[in-house]
């Protein structure tokens, strides 16, 4: 049965693979794969994340992920209150 994957999973993980996506365009490494042995999880877990299957990952993977990927919780939270912010207009 498929997963229904909830808006603020869905823009976490489109943030995510966003800061993700800048690092690989200056450097192919910048894959799933090496992002996820980075912060010790399994790869398919972290594609789950940024295919936005997990609204709430714990706490220390968003730490992990914003120093892996040279990114701010602030800067993250801002991002996502403008993306569900534009969801909300467009609803």
């Not at 192919?28 to 990952?57: C, F, M, S």
């Not at 993977?61 to 990927?69: F, G, H, T």
Request: net charge negative; proline share 4%.
């Amino acid at each position: 049965m498929p997963v229904k994957r909830e808006m603020n999973g869905i823009i976490l993980g489109s943030c995510i693979r966003a800061y993700r996506e800048k690092l690989k365009d200056n450097d192919p490494k910048w894959t799933q794969e090496y992002v996820a042995e980075q912060i010790g999880l399994n790869e398919k877990h972290y594609g789950k994340i940024e295919r936005g299957h997990y609204p709430d990952p714990h706490f220390s993977v968003i730490r992990d992920l914003s120093q892996v990927l040279d990114f701010s919780i602030d800067e993250l939270s801002e991002k996502i209150t403008r993306e569900l912010e534009k969801q909300n207009k467009q609803s």
